[in-house]
T-cell receptor
């Protein structure tokens, strides 16, 4: 049962443009959401997170938006750079029985071309 | 601060053998989680340890086990290896309380032949 879904396996964007990666979740107990970036043969690198008490969080070129009513979040990268090309994973967690556990989406391969 | 380290980075084992993987968390982090990544299943949670106690466990058979030491270092063990256990095994550490950011190591690539 995939509780976190990334429906787009790939996204291709021109350098300098905005990249928008989307993620949906089904478990209403999730209250913390994270984005990770992963290069081949490396572990995921933490990018940015957002708590369910907020609807937006920014860090430099990265902004995450959370729409709780739609159970949807998105990651915006502006401007996109070729070095951003990687697989991006959305993850979610909560309290209680999910403590210490992240639920991951299947990832979206972002390609930024010059 | 040094990041999460995992040893070994690569491992080749034969079906039926057992294997032990090691993880050293970021200094001050008390929680260590383990994940299995395969092309078909993505990142799957194995278990999480906090202060030497297993707090959470994923849906993996009993052949997969782990432990955590008093210095927060953790090991996971897989007994009676099967071909399907070939995967990238990732360890992540966090403060383990109200913060959920987990920081990952580079992983151990296990190949079972």
């Amino acid at each position: 049962d995939q509780q976190v879904k990334q429906n787009s396996p790939s996204l291709s964007v021109q350098e300098g443009r905005i990249s928008i990666l989307n993620c949906d979740y089904t478990n209403s107990m999730f209250d913390y959401f994270l984005w990770y970036k992963k290069y081949p043969a490396e572990g995921p690198t933490f990018l940015i997170s957002i708590s369910s008490i907020k609807d937006k969080n920014e860090d430099g070129r990265f902004t995450v938006f959370l729409n709780k009513s739609a159970k949807h979040l998105s990651l915006h990268i502006v401007p996109s750079q070729p070095g951003d090309s990687a697989v991006y994973f959305c993850a979610a967690s909560g309290r209680g029985s999910t403590l210490g556990r992240l639920y991951f989406g299947r990832g979206t391969q972002l390609t930024v071309w010059p | 601060k040094a990041g999460v380290t995992q040893t070994p980075r690569y491992l080749i084992k034969t079906r039926g053998q057992q294997v032990t993987l090691s993880c050293s968390p970021i200094s001050g982090h008390r929680s260590v989680s383990w994940y299995q990544q395969t092309p078909g299943q993505g990142l799957q949670f194995l278990f999480e340890y906090f202060s030497e106690t297993q707090r959470n466990k994923g849906n993996f058979p009993g052949r997969f086990s782990g432990r955590q030491f008093s210095n927060s270092r953790s090991e996971m063990n897989v007994s009676t290896l099967e071909l399907g256990d070939s995967a990238l095994y990732l360890c992540a550490s966090s403060l383990g309380d109200s913060r959920y950011e987990q920081y990952f190591g580079p992983g151990t690539r296990l190949t079972v032949t």
